[in-house]
């Protein structure tokens, strides 16, 4: 697995920059990250905290499943 993360100047910069439609909503009842499959060739994952200016892509053989276990929030 591996993950790149980018900083926008603020959440509107973030959202205009990413996926528009077919976001998993995942909540832990304090905060919300919504990941977008944007596969190809391998797993890859798009994701955002709903009110955090950075976004994440993670990759990889395991992505789908390590996905669950990074600390957005």
């Given at each position: 697995?591996?993950?790149?993360?980018?900083?926008?100047?603020?959440?509107?910069?973030?959202e205009a920059a990413g996926?528009?439609?077919?976001?998993?909503?995942?909540?832990?009842?304090?905060?919300?990250?919504?990941?977008?499959?944007?596969?190809?060739?391998?797993?890859?994952?798009?994701?955002?905290?709903?009110?955090?200016?950075?976004?994440?892509?993670?990759?990889?053989e395991d992505a789908e499943d390590i996905r669950l276990?990074?600390?957005?929030?």
């Open positions: 697995m591996s993950y790149s993360v980018a900083r926008y100047g603020d959440v509107t910069q973030r996926p528009t439609q077919g976001a998993q909503e995942l909540s832990n009842g304090r905060c919300t990250v919504y990941s977008y499959d944007i596969s190809d060739s391998e797993p890859v994952f798009y994701m955002s905290a709903e009110d955090s200016t950075d976004a994440v892509l993670v990759w990889g276990n990074l600390p957005l929030c």
